[in-house]
């Protein structure tokens, strides 16, 4: 309250108090007691009317008005403080959800990728497994192949040692290095078992063999043509078997073998004093 209304309500108050004391005093003493009794009485209340000028009220509209803005600010912060906490509450359930989809997804993708991975695992398996069937194929019809064509025998006549001329081809299209032959020859009673002796083992060395080129091995043999042989070719109860092993390496420097076994035993052989391929005991590799 400002200070001048403040001095108009104590002077209001000193003049109301003046008079009270005048009346009391014209009055006689009886009177006087007998109005000192009421007078615990509380006095009657007057109206005071405070009057303030205009800055002093424009100044506390203004201070109330700025009371009243500040609340409804706080007011407004703190409503926006619970849309915010509400908001982070329900973006947080959605980085949850979105973290467990995610962790779904990985986990998913990781399968896929396994499943991938394995995959092309057997896709490269199968790559590798086609190259090496190409190549093998390849170095199949490149390769050397060294076979028998024919072995011819030679005797004047009963009595005289067998000589034979083994002719050999290389068919394949790439040439046989270091060929090498190892063969035993033998005769007797059909069938050929064990107990046959060995007439002769030795070891022939060749050299290169190119492709489509043929070689002839003359082999001079240490089996007497006599006539009971020959006789017993001619019945078929007798033959004259040769046994051989041919060595050489590819182009590619793998050893390969040729086995063979040849055999004299019937009238026709001996009319044309060649040797054909037994059904057993030729293979190639």
């Not at 040769?242 to 050893?255: A, E, M, N, P, Q």
Request: charge should be negative; hydrophobic fraction near 40%.
């Amino acid at each position: 309250m400002p200070l001048r209304s403040w001095i108009i309500a104590v002077a209001l108050g000193l003049i109301a108090s003046l008079g009270q004391a005048e009346e009391k005093a014209t009055k006689p003493e009886g009177q006087a007691e007998q109005e000192q009794r009421p007078s615990q009485a509380l006095p009657l209340p007057f109206p005071v009317e405070i009057i303030e000028d205009h800055a002093a009220a424009d100044a506390r509209q203004r201070g109330e008005e700025e009371a009243r803005q500040r609340e409804i600010a706080d007011l407004a912060a703190q409503q926006g403080m619970n849309t915010a906490a509400q908001e982070m509450n329900v973006a947080t359930q959605d980085m949850r959800d979105y973290a467990f989809y995610s962790t779904g997804l990985v986990g998913i993708g990781t399968v896929l990728l396994l499943i991938t991975l394995w995959l092309t695992w057997q896709a490269n398996r199968a790559a590798v497994a086609a190259v090496e069937v190409t190549r093998d194929i390849g170095m199949k019809q490149v390769r050397a192949y060294i076979g028998v064509k024919a072995m011819k025998c030679e005797w004047e006549r009963p009595g005289d040692k067998l000589t034979l001329t083994l002719s050999v081809k290389n068919s394949g299209q790439t040439p046989a290095y270091g060929v090498s032959m190892r063969q035993t020859i033998a005769f007797g009673p059909k069938p050929l078992n064990e107990s046959l002796s060995v007439m002769d083992d030795g070891l022939t060395n060749g050299g290169e063999l190119g492709a489509s080129h043929e070689y002839h091995w003359p082999y001079a043999s240490q089996i007497v043509m006599s006539q009971e042989l020959i006789d017993g070719i001619e019945k078929g109860t007798h033959a004259i078997w040769f046994s051989g092993l041919i060595t050489y390496k590819d182009v590619w420097g793998k050893r390969r073998e040729t086995r063979i076994r040849l055999s004299m035993g019937s009238a026709e052989q001996l009319r044309f004093k060649q040797m054909g391929a037994d059904d057993e005991g030729n293979s190639a590799t």
